[in-house]
C-alpha cells in the first residue's frame, strides 16, 4: 500500500516532528521523576513533620513507597489498556489520573488522606511509565532509538531536579506551604501532558495492528519528512503490516500465558532489568538523599542543598547516553555502569563506618559518583530494552510486566529503606553494590545486543526464528505427504519475515544495513 498523494496533515514533519512528539513524551516521565524526588525533602520539612504528628519511619516509609502499590497496580493493567484504547490515550487517561492524586496529596487534611492521594498519583504513573517508553520505542527510527529513549530518561531526572530545587526554595516558607506547593506542582504537570496528547499523533504501529492503516502510514510518512511516496516510509510500512498478517495467521492469541510461553526468555530478561534498576540502589537515594546526608554529617537545610546540587550532576550525567548508546551498545554501557556503581556503593558504607571528619564530604562525592554513573547506564536503558525486545502482539503487556516488577522493587526499597537505614546502618550501601555486582554478572552472559536492529526484526537477535524453521522441518519428516505440503505451504507465507541468504527485511536494505547472521551491532557510522 502506498501513501497517497494529499499533503502531510501536520505542520510538523521528518525530525521536528519526532523531537516534539519526544518532548511531549517526556513530559510523562518527567512526572513520576518529580515525584520521587519531591517527597525526598518535604518529608525532611519541619512542617511537614509537625502537620502529621512527627511520622516515625515505618509512617514515613508507607507514605513514600505507597505510590508504587498504585504504580504496580496500573502498570500490570497498563498492558491491556494500550491495546483497547492506543498509546496516545493510555498517555492521556495516566496524565489525568495523576493530577488528580496530585491534587487530594496538596490539600490532605490528614496522614491517610495523603496516603490515598498517594495511590491515586501511583495510579496515574504506572499508566504513563508504562506507555511512554512503548510510544517512544514506536515512533522512532531504528538509528535515533537509543537516543531518543535517553532523552525521555533525561526527562525523568529533569523531573527529580527539579523537586528537589523546588523543595529547597520551598523550604525558606514558614508555613504549610512549604510542603503543598511542590505537591501542587504536579498537578499543573499533567495537566500540560493531558493537554500536550491532543498534538501528539497516534502509534503508527498500533494504528496499523488495529487495521486503520491509512491512519498509520501518513504517521510514518510525516515522520520521514511528509513526502507520500517516501520509499523508507512505505517500506517500514509494509514490514510491519507483513508483520502483522503474519502473526494473526499464525491464529495465536494474545495472551499473558501465551507471551510466557513463546517469549519467556525475553520478559525475563525485561523484568531483570528493571529489577536491578531498583535493587542497585538508586532509590535509596532519589527517595531518601536528605536522610543519607543527615547521616554522613549533613544538616537540616544542607542536606536539602546537597541533594540538590547531586541532582544537578545526575542530571549532567544522563546526557553521554544520548551519542554513545546507539555508538557502543547496550550492554557496555550496561556492564561499565554497574562497576563504578558497585565500587561507590562499597565506598559509601565504608566512610560512614570509619565516621571520621572527611565522612560527610567523602559521601557526598560517593553519592554523586554512583548517581552519576546510574545516569548513564541503568537508569534509561531498563526502559529502552524492554520495549525493543518485545513483538508487537505482546508488546504492551511484556512491558507491562516488566514495568510493574519494577515498581514492586520499586516499592520494597522504598518501604524498608528508612527500617535498614536505623537497624543495619552503614551495611546497606555495600548491600546493594552487591546487587550491582550480581547485574554485571547477569548481562554479561544473557543480555542481547539490539543496538541498530529493526523492532520487527528482533526475532533474529534471539534466534526464535531459526529454531521455528528446525521445529518445522522435523515435523515435516515425521507428516504424511500430505502434511509435509501443507507444511511447505505454510512456510512459504511465513518466510516473508525470515532473513534469507539473499537478503533481510525491506527497512534493513533500505538502511544499508549489512546481513548479520547472529545479528551483530552495526556500525555507528553506517
Known sequence: MDATASPSRRKLVG??????????????????????????????????????????????????????IGAFITSVAAGRVGDLVGRRGTLLIGALVFAVGGAVQTFT??????????????????????????????????????????????????????SVWIDYFCSFIDSDMAWRIPLFIQCVIGVLLAAGTAFMPESPRWLIDTDQDDEGLQVLVDLHGGDP??????????????????????????????????????VLLAMSSQAFAQLNGINVISYYAPRVFAEAGWVGRDAILMTGINAIIYLLSTLPTWVL??????????????????????????????????????????????????????????????????????????????????????FLVGEVTPFLQEHIEW???????????????????????????????MDAVFGEEELEERLEDEESERASLVSRRSSRSRRSRLSVSRPTPEGRGVLSRLLNQRNRGNYQPIDADE
Open 427 to 457: 551495611r546497606l550501601y555495600p548491600m546493594h553494590g552487591f546487587f550491582c555486582v550480581c547485574s554485571f554478572v547477569v548481562v554479561y552472559f544473557l543480555y542481547p545486543e539490539t543496538r541498530g536492529v529493526p523492532l520487527e526484526e
Open 109 to 162: 487534611p490528614g496522614f491517610w488522606v495523603m496516603v490515598v492521594g498517594r495511590v491515586i498519583a501511583g495510579f496515574g504513573v504506572g499508566l504513563l511509565s508504562t506507555i511512554v517508553p512503548i510510544y517512544q520505542s514506536e515512533i522512532s527510527p531504528p538509528s535515533h532509538r537509543g537516543a531518543l529513549a535517553c532523552m525521555e530518561f533525561t526527562g525523568n531526572i529533569f523531573g527529580y531536579a527539579s
Open 229 to 266: 511516496h517516501d520509499e523508507i516510509a512505505n517500506a517500514e510500512y509494509q514490514e510491519i503490516k507483513e508483520r502483522v498478517m503474519i502473526e494473526r495467521e499464525s491464529g495465536e492469541a494474545r495472551s499473558y500465558s501465551v507471551m510466557w510461553q513463546k517469549y519467556k526468555r525475553r
Open 15 to 68: 525530525q521536528p516532528l519526532l523531537y516534539a512528539i519526544s518532548v511531549f513524551a517526556s513530559l510523562g516521565v518527567f512526572l513520576f521523576g518529580y515525584d520521587q524526588g519531591v517527597m525526598s525533602g518535604v518529608i525532611t520539612g519541619p512542617h511537614f513533620r509537625k502537620f502529621f504528628n512527627n511520622p516515625g519511619p515505618v509512617e514515613v516509609g508507607t507514605m513514600v513507597a505507597v505510590l508504587e
Open 325 to 410: 548508546v546507539d555508538r557502543l551498545g547496550r550492554r557496555p554501557i550496561l556492564l561499565s555502569g554497574a562497576v563504578v556503581m558497585a565500587v561507590a556503593l562499597g565506598l559509601t558504607g565504608w566512610w560512614m563506618y570509619i565516621d571520621v571528619p572527611e565522612t560527610p564530604n567523602a559521601v557526598v562525592i560517593c553519592v554523586i559518583i554512583f548517581n552519576a554513573a546510574f545516569g548513564f547506564s541503568w537508569g534509561p536503558i531498563p526502559w529502552l530494552f524492554p520495549p525493543e525486545i518485545m513483538p508487537l502482539t505482546v508488546r504492551a503487556k511484556g512491558v507491562s510486566i516488566s514495568t510493574a516488577t519494577n515498581w514492586a522493587f520499586n
